[in-house]
């Protein structure tokens, strides 16, 4: 079992209390299709859960793969500048097939992300912090998405809501 090689941070995107006893780390990639099926789950997971859950986004965009990934990280990050990482992540995954520049562009209006800031991040602004997490991601084993890790432990097992808040409330009970 593979474990999270950069502990989560103050660098990191996070909800949920930093003291929570369960801290569920994604590793995620906005065009996956496997993560966009994951999105919902973990969305109850995270409702289910409640104040006894941190979950954390790093991004892990597999450009040879998915060719808007990428940018989409970028537009993530840009968000979070202006305080709506979640907003954007939320919206990235709701609006799947559709993440040109020209729709990341229209929903960087909708949150109030100045165009300029969004160009800024097209043009590398934040190619470090995306790199960071996708070099944590591969030191930690990740070699696809959605990968998870509870409390710094790698996740392999079933995907649904029942089972991921079964295994985090062991982890909750130590």
């Not at 990428?70 to 709506?84: L, S, T």
């Not at 979640?86 to 919206?91: F, N, R």
């Not at 070099?135 to 089972?163: C, H, K, Q, W």
Request: aromatic share 10%.
């Amino acid at each position: 079992m593979s474990h999270l090689s950069i502990p989560v941070g103050p660098q990191d995107h996070a909800q949920g209390p930093a003291d929570a006893p369960v801290t569920l780390v994604e590793y995620g990639d906005y065009e996956c299709p496997y993560c966009g099926e994951a999105y919902p789950v973990l969305k109850a997971v995270q409702h289910a859960m409640g104040s006894r859950l941190r979950f954390v986004f790093r991004n892990f965009p597999i450009s040879e793969l998915h060719p808007h990934a990428v940018r989409a990280a970028e537009f993530a990050e840009a968000a979070a500048g202006i305080g709506k990482f979640w907003q954007a992540h939320d919206m990235l995954y709701e609006h799947q097939g559709a993440l040109t520049e020209s729709d990341l562009l229209h929903y960087g209006s909708r949150i109030g992300l100045d165009a300029a800031a969004l160009r800024d991040a097209f043009d590398g602004r934040f190619d470090q912090t995306i790199k960071g997490d996708f070099m944590g991601g591969v030191r930690s084993g990740v070699n696809g998405t959605p990968a998870l890790f509870i409390n710094g432990l790698r996740y392999d097992g079933e995907r649904d809501v029942e089972s991921l808040v079964e295994m985090l409330r062991q982890a909750a009970r130590g």
